[in-house]
């Protein structure tokens, strides 16, 4: 796809997202019935207990101001949203990675959140869906992780189309709709797309389509090739939707390649993932930081030289309420960068 394409792209991805909350939000009336990953799922009245097993799920039931139902959490990759931090701590942590089935069920949930297939799907590692089903549970996934994605291959699973921000907006007013604040997802969906379009309009305005980046979310090991993000997940979607180029064309979500081959792209920007995770050495921005710094072939690319390396969120590099931070964070490194035309 040619850097033009790119751009008409994401104008019409961006166009499609402001659209999509086009019109007046309108009261639930239950029975609600709704598709979700490809299969129906029913309420008879707004849930009163919920568990959430994702930090994304959990923060947009925050920000929708459902935390009073919000009877359990799992799976954080970092610190809560700052201004829940209050919130979060009076709700049970069932487990910062995965919870066992006992203890979701324990907390007698009339709905289960789940950020990610593999937590709870066909073979969840928490539990499946026909379990929860037996039990008379709801499970609602983000479709961001099952809409346009086969997650029956194994791993993070491969994505036949590329994510885009519609897929979260998506989830933002199915949680809305269920439990009956309507108003309230499209008011949050609005604002979320104010900050797409105000960042958009940033990089544009300094003529930022030449500009070249790569992310790198980690490393296995900080000798071995990093974890880089393809075209397709979202990272893909911030750099087209800002117009810049994304040097790893796999359509892999995180392919591995070899820093000879990055230094051999030699983008203008380096983008490294900042996460509490620690499953990996490579998780710690720093250690990503001095060896960039250090190593013979990194060290030389333009972008370490100049600076030019932006420290992001890990949880905005994946398909998250926080990639619009993830959005911002770079377009604002552009500017500050300098790198106009």
């Keep these: 796809m040619t850097s033009q394409l790119k751009r008409v792209f994401a104008a019409g991805v961006f166009a499609a997202g402001l659209s999509f909350t086009a019109g007046t939000a309108q009261a639930t009336t239950y029975p609600l019935s709704l598709e979700n990953c490809g299969r129906m799922i029913t309420f008879d009245h707004a849930p009163n207990r919920v568990v959430s097993l994702g930090q994304s799920n959990t923060e947009i039931l925050y920000l929708l101001g459902l935390a009073d139902a919000v ?3 799992a799976v954080w990759i970092g ?5 829940f931090a209050e919130i979060n701590r009076k709700i049970p942590r069932l487990a910062d ?11 007698k949930p009339e709905l289960v959140t789940t950020q990610f297939q593999w937590h709870v ?3 969840g590692a928490v539990g499946t869906v026909d379990q ?4 008379g549970i709801p499970v609602y996934t983000s479709p961001a992780d099952c809409v346009g994605k086969d997650n029956t291959t194994g791993g993070d699973g491969t994505r036949k189309d590329a994510f885009a921000m519609t897929s979260i907006y998506q989830e933002i007013e199915d949680l809305a709709k269920i439990f009956n604040v ?7 969906v609005s604002q979320l797309q104010q900050r797409e379009q105000a960042a958009r309009d940033t990089v544009a305005g300094i003529g930022g389509h030449h500009i070249s980046v790569v992310y790198w979310f980690s490393s296995s ?3 071995v090739d990093p974890y880089v993000a393809g075209q397709k997940g979202a990272p893909g979607y911030i750099s087209n939707l800002l117009g810049i180029d994304n040097v790893i064309k796999s359509d892999d979500e995180w392919p591995t390649v070899g820093w000879e081959t990055i230094a051999r792209a030699d983008p203008d920007i380096i983008v490294i993932g900042k996460m509490d995770r620690r499953r990996f050495p490579a998780d710690n921005w720093e250690l990503k930081m001095q060896f960039l710094k250090t190593d013979p072939v990194t060290s030389q690319m333009k972008a370490v030289r100049n600076g030019h390396i932006v420290v992001m969120d890990a949880q905005a590099m994946n398909p998250t309420i926080r990639t619009i931070s993830g959005i911002e964070a770079l377009a604002q490194a552009i500017k500050t960068f300098g790198l106009e035309q």
């Design 71 to 73: 009877v359990g959490t």
């Design 79 to 83: 610190p809560v949203m700052p201004e």
């Design 97 to 107: 990675n995965d919870p066992s089935f006992e203890s979701v069920v324990g907390q």
């Design 121 to 123: 799907g066909p073979n």
């Design 132 to 135: 929860f089903d037996e039990l």
């Design 182 to 188: 309507e108003a309230r997802g499209a008011k949050l």
């Design 221 to 223: 090991q900080l000798q």
